[in-house]
């Protein structure tokens, strides 16, 4: 879960007097940056937000399970055949919140030809279907993580969003929020989508 902290809250940012609380102490320099145990350490530095990566492209989809919006147990295998947009987000997560208009105009656009799977990071699942009904998406589903494997596995920060293939490879990744109606996405999903 601490991995989680760096994405979405950078709780050492200037304005944030918990994450600077440790840095007024007259301890050594060396103590003042410690991180401290209910904090996550700074993401290494990786692609720039907003841009695709392809580091991890081929590698196959993984195998954990994860909640439909119907309750039902499932993995990204079960969606196999047509390709796969995998959204890990989390209803505290500002960003992530931003995104997901956009990412709900794409699921409607593409619909019949990507599957966009909007995985909360919350740990209490329960107050992700009544956030998505608050929003009144027209296609966005809320499917949930209640084991809290998926960010462990795949991702250091939220919102990351993973598009697969038809045959569960990965084409690309990209870190933190993205408009789903601009020209990145556009020309990125090309990639599967013609």
Not at 59 to 69: I, K, N, Q
Not at 144 to 161: E, G, I, R
Request: hydrophobic letters at 40%; charged letters at 20%; one cysteine or more.
């Amino acid at each position: 879960m601490a991995a989680l902290l760096t994405g979405c809250g950078d709780r050492t940012s200037a304005g944030n007097e918990q994450g600077n609380a440790t840095a007024t102490t007259d301890a050594a320099p060396d103590a003042a940056n410690a991180v401290s145990p209910d904090e996550a350490a700074p993401a290494a530095a990786g692609p720039k937000a907003g841009s695709l990566d392809l580091s991890h492209a081929g590698e196959a989809a993984p195998t954990l399970g994860f909640v439909d919006a119907d309750g039902k147990a499932v993995t990204l295998a079960d969606y196999r055949g047509k390709p796969v947009l995998l959204n890990l987000w989390a209803t505290w997560c500002g960003p992530c919140v931003k995104e997901l208009p956009t990412l709900d105009a794409l699921a409607t656009r593409e619909k019949g030809r990507l599957t966009v799977v909007t995985l909360s990071q919350d740990m209490d699942p329960a107050k992700v279907a009544p956030f998505f009904a608050a929003r009144k998406f027209t296609t966005l589903k809320a499917y949930t993580d209640p084991k809290m494997a998926w960010v462990p596995a795949v991702a250091n920060n939220l919102p990351t969003s993973i598009l697969y293939d038809a045959k569960g490879r990965e084409v690309w990744r990209t870190v933190g929020d993205l408009d789903w109606t601009g020209d990145v996405a556009r020309e990125g999903l090309r990639k599967v989508l013609g």
